[in-house]
């Protein structure tokens, strides 16, 4: 069965300061891997893709990394700022089929900035 | 830029009532889904639409039907609510469901069912 493990599950940090945050799956096929933030009361909205070339990639203070030999992604926040402080989901996408959608999520990481 | 809008925001039900949980988007986009996000697990897929006309179910349809009556609208019915349907339901969108393509999602739709 496809799985995205997220963790830590919540995450308290001071303003300025830099998380990683951690997601492991046993997706397969593998086509690619997104990470979401979602704000309190919203939906998520899409911050990076993987694919399975690419180890890192960048979106302004968001920086995901993905390891696809032990199935790893991490995403690194530097900076913090009071506005990160939302939930982080990583979406694993499975080769397309035609058994159509092929996404799994993970639980997310709630993340907290602190002033 | 409206996107995906899903209505209505907040509703509370009493167990057997019925309801639908409207949505449609404005990008043109073929394949539209339906999911439920409970509180410490992922969002699951309830029911997607891969293009107009067709639909098909996800990993929790029990319980729910959907109709995708346009290209832009997909519906999401609940005949008999139960209190395990508590939950809050996300719709979205993708251009196709090429695993490539962004989906997009709208803003939520809080549903209690007493």
């Known amino acids: 069965k496809n799985q995205v493990e997220q963790s830590p599950q919540s995450l308290i940090i001071l303003e300025g300061k830099n998380c990683t945050l951690q997601c492991n799956y046993t997706v397969s096929p593998f086509s690619n891997l997104r990470w979401y933030k979602q704000d309190t009361g919203r939906g998520p909205v899409s911050l990076t893709i993987m694919t399975f070339s690419e180890n890192t990639k960048s979106n302004g203070r968001y920086t995901a990394t993905l390891d696809a030999d032990t199935k790893q992604s991490s995403l690194h926040i530097t900076a913090s700022q009071l506005s990160d402080s939302a939930s982080y989901i990583c979406v694993v996408s499975a080769v397309n089929n035609n058994a159509g959608n092929m996404l799994t999520f993970g639980g997310g990481t709630r993340l907290m900035v602190k002033p | 830029n409206a996107g995906v809008t899903q209505t209505p925001k907040f509703q509370v039900l009493k167990t057997g009532q019925s309801m639908t949980l409207q949505c449609a988007q404005d990008m043109n986009h073929n394949s539209m889904y339906w999911y439920r996000q409970d509180p410490g697990m992922g969002l699951r897929l309830i029911y997607y639409?891969?293009?107009?006309?067709?639909?098909d179910k996800g990993e929790v349809p029990n319980g729910y039907n959907v109709s995708r009556l346009n290209k832009r609208e997909f519906s999401l019915r609940l005949e008999s609510a139960a209190p395990s349907q508590t939950s809050v339901y996300f719709c979205a969108s993708r251009f196709d469901r090429d695993s490539g393509n962004t989906i997009y999602f709208g803003e939520g739709s809080w549903l209690t069912v007493v």
């Open positions: 639409s891969a293009s107009e006309g067709t639909t």
